[in-house]
Structure formats: C-alpha cells, structure tokens
C-alpha cells in the first residue's frame, strides 16, 4: 500500500526520542518530511544525520514548546523551509506526578499548560497551511485519561482534554476537509516511560507485573506499533476517519485483564 507521504511535511513535537523519534522515523520512511520540534539538541541531530543517510528528509528545530510565541516560530520555520504543511502530530508530554496531595494549585495549573498548551498552540499557527493542504491532525493522549493513574492530576487532566479536543476540532474543521484523530497508548518503553519505572524500588519486578497485565501477548506496546497507527492516521488511506479515539495498547485499557493471566 502506498501511504501517498512523498514531500509531505508533517510537525512532530517531541519527535527526537521515544513515541515521537518512531513516528518522525516513519514519516521519513514513507518519503515524508518529519519536521521535529524538541528541546534534545543530541539526539535530534543524530536522527537528522541518520536519515539523511538514507536519503530520506526531516528537520531538527531544536526547542522547548513552553508559550504561544514558540509554536508560532516553528511553524513559521517549517514553513519558509519547506512551504507547506501536511499534518500535525502533537506527541510532546511529561507524566509530571502533580497529585491532589503531592502538589499545588500552582503546580496543577503548570502541568496542564505544559501538557496541553502547545497541542492548541501547534494547531493554531498551522491552520491556513492546514487548510490548503487538507492535512491531518493527530493527538497523543494517554490511557490515564480513561482510567486515572494516581498522583498524577495535571497530567490526566491534559491528557482527558487532548481527547475533547479532538472531537471538538474534528467538528470545528470538518468545512475544511481537515481530519482530527487521536492515538491512545497504555505503556510503551521510552526514556520517559523508564524514568517513571527507575522511580519504584524493584523496577524490574514493576515492569514484570505490568505485562503480565497486558492482554495482548503480554508485553509492551512498541513505540513503532504507535507510530504505524499514527502515519495511517496522517495519510490518505484513513481519509474517512475523523474525531476517533484509538487506542493502541494490545487491549490494556478495554479487555479483562484477568483473560490468560494463570
Ligand atoms: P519521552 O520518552 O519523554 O519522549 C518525548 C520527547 O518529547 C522527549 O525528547 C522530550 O524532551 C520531548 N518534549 C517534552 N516536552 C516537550 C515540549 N514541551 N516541547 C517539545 N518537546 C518536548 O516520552 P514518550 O514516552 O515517548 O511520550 C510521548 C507521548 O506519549 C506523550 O504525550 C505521553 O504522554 C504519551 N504516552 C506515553 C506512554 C508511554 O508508555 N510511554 C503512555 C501513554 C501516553 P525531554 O526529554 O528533554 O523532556
């Protein structure tokens, strides 16, 4: 099947590592070009570098999203670089551990801001290329947004947001032929994943326990498994899906997760 991806520019935040790095692989695999908007200026270059290599094309802006005035500044710079823009994948988040009693008011409020804030802010900027392009949107949310976590309100009250959103987006740009999915993983092994296990005493037992659980052969998700679902999503051949939440979880949040556990 040909994902129909050649010369397409897509902005991928948080794309150097993790999540983001398998999806701004695969865009640049199937002949896309990921524009990949994060702050790690190592390992952004040692991706750009790589691909290259493989003469496929993407592009490292190397910053933090934090306020308005920055996702303005990518997309003006993805823009005179490549003069368009085909999609958007808002991917970057930090499961933060703001809870009701450990945190703040103060520190509540940071964390939705730096969870949600950018996802709007991306869209924004981006919408009159959008429109010329009839591209694709896609958020990355979390299963916490379904199910809680504990300790972590900021975090899941971004990631619950991200998924109004998408409903709410997919209506509002429905006149533009503009479609809004979003991609819901559980646990997936990336740098921020294993920040999160390094914090428990036995991370090792954690890990062992956690996928069990797992419905689906009873291991994590890949972050390549997210990015293959996410590039569909951004590509014509989904072009009737729209306002969708999909989870990619190997049944972690929906299935008994008694079923094959002795
Ligand atoms: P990750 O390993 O931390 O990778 C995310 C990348 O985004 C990092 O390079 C990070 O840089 C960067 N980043 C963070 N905040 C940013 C910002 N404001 N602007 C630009 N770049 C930023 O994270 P991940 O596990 O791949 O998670 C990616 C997405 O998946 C997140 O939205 C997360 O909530 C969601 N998710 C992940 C899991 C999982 O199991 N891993 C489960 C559910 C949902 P720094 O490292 O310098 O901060």
């Known amino acids: 099947m040909n994902l129909n991806l050649e010369k ?11 999540i983001g790095e398998a999806i701004s692989r695969t865009i640049a695999t ?6 990949i908007i994060d702050p790690s200026i190592e390992a952004g270059e040692n991706l750009i570098q790589e691909l290259s290599s493989k003469n496929q094309t993407a592009y ?4 933090r999203l934090l306020d ?14 490549f003069g368009r823009i ?11 551990g703001i809870g009701l009693e450990q945190g703040s008011p103060v520190a ?5 801001e730096q969870n949600l804030g950018h996802y709007y802010d991306l869209v924004h900027f981006a919408l009159p290329y959008l429109k010329k392009s009839f591209g694709s949107i896609v958020n990355i949310s979390s299963k916490t947004a379904i199910t809680g976590q504990g300790n972590t309100s900021g975090y899941t009250a971004a990631k619950g947001a991200q998924l109004s959103l998408t409903r709410e987006w997919a209506v509002e740009l429905l006149p533009y032929g503009i479609r809004v999915n979003a991609v819901i993983p559980a646990e997936v092994m990336t740098p921020l994943y294993q920040r999160w296990l390094d914090t428990f005493d036995h991370p090792e037992e954690k890990l062992n326990l956690i996928q069990s659980r797992i419905p ?3 291991r994590m998700t890949t972050p390549q498994e997210i990015a293959n679902t996410v590039v569909f999503l951004l590509s014509d051949l989904s072009s009737h899906t729209t306002g ?7 049944g972690y949040t929906h299935l008994d997760r008694a079923i094959g556990r002795e």
């Open 216 to 218: 689906f052969e009873n």
């Open 30 to 35: 199937e002949g896309g070009i990921a524009v």
């Open 8 to 18: 397409k520019v897509f902005l991928v935040s948080g794309g150097a590592k993790g």
């Open 86 to 96: 085909d999609g958007i994948v808002n991917n970057a988040g930090a499961n933060d």
């Open 244 to 250: 969708q939440h999909i989870f990619v979880d190997g």
């Open 108 to 112: 509540f409020r940071k964390s939705v």
């Open 68 to 81: 308005p005035d920055q996702a303005m500044d990518a997309v003006n710079m993805a823009v005179s670089r």
């Open 60 to 63: 490292h802006i190397p910053m």
